[in-house]
């Protein structure tokens, strides 16, 4: 059996917040099954700017022992763009969707994100976890300054800028140069991808973090890395390893960030034997989804906006906690770490009182209300420093304000309508450092 489908409504709410404004069809995902309907259920999950094609050459050997199932993020391979901000809500409309499946216990195999999704699937639901294998996957990508960036870049250029890298990144130059047609596959699977969903799972891995909870993994994790790979490579791959109880590490020779498609025998043998073998328990029959209109795929050769800040809560008698921590999470994530990192490492202490006095009433009192979103703090913010004059502050908030989904078309509108109400010299002043921010940040790096 082979079908690709979009579930039907689920029929009870799922856990991911994100998209409880959204119809209940919308809380799950666009999959694609393939092998015997009462084998055991094998889950694969795609890398940002993929579609469930790239599992293409490992469905022939895995569908003859499990019934496998391949998701789309939100947004990807023409899947509904609905936008899930963080790795907890990939996950939970994952799970809303094997429910509608009659899925309960699964294996579960995922590539970079998709490993993130298998991570959190083994922390918060490990009594439906039966086996685990983690691919170009880490405990956290990178920093959240380089993906909240990558967020700024696709929100100012489009994909284009990301799909033409993508190559470089994904494969090994000597893979790219003899397979030009899984190359000009890999671009195109980028660019026909939604922007703002792309920009959303980039905020979902700005803000994955499971360093500290990798002991908690108790189900068989196999951690399996290619040994070119510049993304999430070895060292990854190895703090992985050093922080999962007994899981082993497999390094592919020649393959880089996209195993399964560069060196798909060896990912696939690697899977078979992992899955063959550290599964838990055997699964039920489970009868086959409910025919559903199939949703047509990309062609292959091979085979915002930052969500608005939570209130903070109250106390059990009706007082507010110290709002410092949750002042400080929201300022690294609008500001970034480097600024925050260096303001408060002065290193003299001259400024601690004053850092701290910013970080708990201007971020944790003010920013993290929940009256306005962040984009429109950020124009309330850009307003008041060029009424003020204050131009070094004003150049910090620009990139905020990029940060928190504003484009430069709507920053210069802001600039224009200083120009009205604070006056055409401070807008004139406001217009050559604004322009020189977003031209750094909007410039793709590397």
Same mark, same amino acid.
């Given at each position: 059996?082979?079908?690709?489908?979009?579930?039907?409504?689920?029929?009870? &709410?799922?856990?991911?917040?994100?998209?409880?404004d959204?119809?209940?069809?919308?809380?799950?995902?666009?999959?694609?099954?393939?092998?015997?309907?009462?084998?055991?259920?094998?889950?694969?999950?795609?890398?940002?700017?993929?579609?469930?094609h790239?599992?293409?050459?490992?469905?022939?050997?895995?569908?003859?022992?499990?019934?496998?199932? $391949?998701?789309?993020?939100?947004?990807h391979?023409?899947? =509904?763009? +609905?936008?899930? $901000?963080?790795?907890s809500?990939?996950?939970?409309?994952?799970?809303?969707?094997? !429910?509608?499946?009659?899925?309960?216990?699964?294996?579960?195999?995922?590539?970079?994100?998709?490993?993130?999704?298998?991570?959190?699937?083994?922390?918060?639901?490990?009594?439906?976890?039966?086996?685990?294998?983690?691919?170009?996957?880490?405990?956290?990508?990178?920093?959240?300054?380089?993906?909240? @960036?990558?967020?700024?870049?696709?929100?100012?250029?489009?994909?284009? &800028?990301?799909?033409?890298?993508?190559?470089?990144?994904?494969?090994t130059?000597?893979?790219?140069?003899?397979?030009?047609?899984?190359?000009?596959?890999?671009?195109?699977?980028?660019?026909?991808?939604?922007?703002?969903?792309?920009?959303?799972?980039?905020?979902?891995?700005?803000?994955? /973090?499971?360093?500290?909870?990798?002991?908690?993994i108790?189900?068989?994790?196999?951690?399996?890395?290619?040994?070119?790979?510049?993304?999430?490579?070895?060292?990854?791959?190895?703090?992985?390893?050093?922080?999962?109880?007994?899981?082993?590490?497999?390094?592919?020779?020649?393959?880089?960030?996209?195993?399964?498609?560069?060196?798909?025998?060896?990912?696939?043998?690697?899977?078979?034997? @992992?899955?063959?073998?550290a599964?838990v /328990?055997?699964?039920?029959?489970?009868?086959?989804? &409910? &025919?559903? =209109?199939?949703?047509?795929?990309?062609?292959?050769?091979?085979?915002?906006?930052?969500?608005?800040?939570?209130?903070?809560? @109250? /106390?059990?008698?009706?007082?507010?906690?110290?709002?410092?921590d949750?002042?400080?999470?929201?300022?690294?994530?609008?500001?970034?770490?480097?600024?925050? !990192?260096?303001?408060?490492?002065?290193?003299?202490?001259?400024?601690?009182?004053?850092?701290?006095?910013?970080? $708990?009433?201007?971020?944790?009192?003010?920013?993290?209300?929940?009256?306005?979103?962040?984009?429109?703090?950020?124009?309330?913010?850009?307003?008041?420093?060029?009424?003020?004059? +204050?131009?070094?502050?004003?150049?910090? +908030?620009?990139?905020?304000?990029?940060?928190?989904?504003?484009?430069?078309?709507?920053?210069?509108?802001?600039?224009?309508?200083?120009?009205?109400?604070?006056?055409?010299?401070?807008?004139?002043?406001?217009?050559?450092?604004?322009?020189?921010?977003i031209?750094?940040?909007?410039?793709?790096?590397?």
């Amino acid at each position: 059996m082979s079908e690709t489908q979009t579930p039907p409504a689920p029929t009870t &709410p799922t856990q991911d917040q994100q998209a409880q404004d959204l119809p209940q069809a919308s809380r799950t995902l666009q999959y694609r099954s393939d092998g015997p309907d009462d084998a055991p259920v094998l889950i694969l999950g795609p890398s940002l700017g993929t579609t469930l094609h790239m599992w293409d050459r490992q469905i022939p050997e895995l569908a003859r022992q499990w019934r496998v199932i $391949r998701f789309d993020l939100p947004g990807h391979g023409g899947a =509904p763009a +609905h936008p899930a $901000r963080s790795v907890s809500g990939l996950a939970d409309r994952l799970l809303a969707t094997l !429910d509608e499946l009659g899925v309960q216990r699964f294996g579960y195999a995922g590539c970079s994100i998709g490993g993130a999704i298998g991570i959190d699937l083994a922390l918060r639901a490990p009594h439906r976890v039966a086996s685990l294998a983690l691919i170009a996957a880490s405990p956290r990508f990178g920093t959240a300054d380089e993906f909240r @960036h990558r967020g700024v870049i696709v929100r100012t250029n489009g994909l284009d &800028p990301m799909a033409r890298t993508a190559p470089e990144q994904w494969f090994t130059p000597g893979f790219a140069a003899a397979q030009p047609a899984i190359v000009e596959w890999a671009v195109q699977m980028v660019r026909t991808t939604d922007p703002g969903c792309y920009i959303a799972a980039c905020e979902a891995l700005a803000a994955f /973090d499971v360093r500290v909870d990798l002991g908690r993994i108790g189900v068989p994790t196999l951690v399996l890395v290619g040994s070119e790979d510049q993304v999430t490579g070895p060292a990854e791959a190895r703090t992985l390893v050093a922080g999962i109880p007994d899981a082993p590490l497999a390094v592919v020779p020649g393959a880089s960030h996209l195993a399964p498609v560069e060196q798909p025998a060896a990912v696939t043998d690697l899977l078979v034997s @992992h899955f063959a073998t550290a599964w838990v /328990d055997t699964l039920p029959a489970i009868p086959a989804p &409910p &025919p559903m =209109p199939a949703l047509s795929a990309p062609a292959a050769p091979v085979a915002e906006i930052a969500p608005a800040p939570e209130p903070v809560p @109250h /106390d059990a008698a009706g007082g507010r906690p110290d709002p410092y921590d949750a002042g400080l999470k929201l300022r690294r994530e609008v500001l970034g770490d480097a600024h925050v !990192d260096a303001a408060l490492g002065t290193g003299d202490g001259f400024t601690a009182d004053f850092q701290e006095l910013i970080t $708990r009433y201007a971020w944790g009192e003010v920013w993290t209300r929940d009256g306005l979103d962040r984009r429109t703090r950020s124009c309330i913010t850009l307003t008041a420093l060029i009424a003020g004059g +204050h131009l070094e502050e004003l150049a910090l +908030h620009t990139r905020a304000a990029l940060r928190n989904g504003l484009a430069p078309a709507e920053i210069k509108e802001v600039l224009m309508q200083t120009a009205v109400y604070c006056g055409v010299p401070a807008a004139n002043s406001a217009f050559r450092v604004v322009q020189q921010v977003i031209r750094e940040e909007t410039t793709p790096r590397g």
